[in-house]
């Protein structure tokens, strides 16, 4: 299968660049897989979809101000540097710019000094190992000197940080939102609960996957890098009883789904755990745990393209695309949800 078989044209006007006032005032395009038909919402109108005794599972990483401004000892270019996969002990997986400006030894400063580094490392794809030198704690660090790492196509500054946090983000490591869950609210969450929709929460910090396009012509030929994931046992346990119990599993965003899709037996049952993940999922692959799924609408040629035309069709999935950009639905990060029920 080609890289080019995901490909459409999306207008930039489409392109959304910052959030809606409301979070669950976004546009929903439900996308019934038994037969390809296709639904007009808002996302609040999801409440009506979910049945009590179903289980959503939600992906809780935190963004962290991941993107750093700093220059090497001795000059004064500046350099930027953007967190990616946190290795221990200090040491992180970056993107830098400009990379000829860190090659392996060199010396960084940030914040007159608040922080400092040291380029261990230039891997094969051109990300740097970096380890980190500071007093005190790190997050506490970044939150004076970082900023929030926006995806490129979002032009237009933020104002409130926390509008690309979820309102049940928990847990800091992700260089990116998981984006699917920003439409959600306290209160539709409390709503939910309300229906008896059961509420499960994992962990999956997203990295490098999210800023790493697809070059091969061929998609199998693509290499995911991995991502860190954690289910606890109260989330596996949730899970289990509500397949047990003939509910269905609900996975808002494909890093949810990646998540419980990595960790699943055959037979959909999870099991609590930690560790990575680099699975790559497109067309022909079974799924195991996730029954329903809600995602943002993604970029063209994307591993995100791939893993809902998988869970869909890439026929009906590049169908309701083409609907949205005719109905001009708002893509991408800030942009409206979808629904593939």
Known sequence: MKKSDFYFDLPERLIAQHPLEQRDASRLMVLDRRDGSVTHRHFRDLLEYVQPGDCMVFNNSRVIPARLMGHAVGHVTPIEVLL????GDGLW?????????????VELTFGDGLLTATVEAVQPDGNRLIRFHYEGIFLEILDKLGTMPLPPYIKEKLDDPERYQTVYSKTPGSAAAPTAGLHFTTELLDALKAKGVKLAFVTLHVGLGTFRPVKEDEITDHIMHSEYYIMDE????IINDTRAAGGKIWA?????????????????????QSGWTDIFI?????????????????????????????????????????EAIKEE??????????LLY
């Open 84 to 87: 990616l996969t946190d290795k």
């Open 93 to 105: 997986e970056c993107l830098t710019r400009p990379g000829k400006k860190t090659r392996t030894g």
């Open 234 to 237: 109260e989330t596996a346990g």
């Open 252 to 272: 808002v965003g494909t890093t949810a789904t990646r998540t419980l899709e990595t960790i699943a037996a055959d037979d959909g049952t999870v099991r609590a």
């Open 282 to 322: 497109y067309p022909g692959y079974k799924f195991k745990a996730v029954d329903h799924l809600v995602t943002n609408f993604h970029l063209p040629e994307s591993t995100l393209m791939m893993l809902i035309s998988a869970f869909a069709t890439r026929e009906m999935v590049m169908n309701a695309y083409q």
């Open 329 to 338: 639905y708002r893509f991408f990060s800030f942009g409206d949800s979808m």
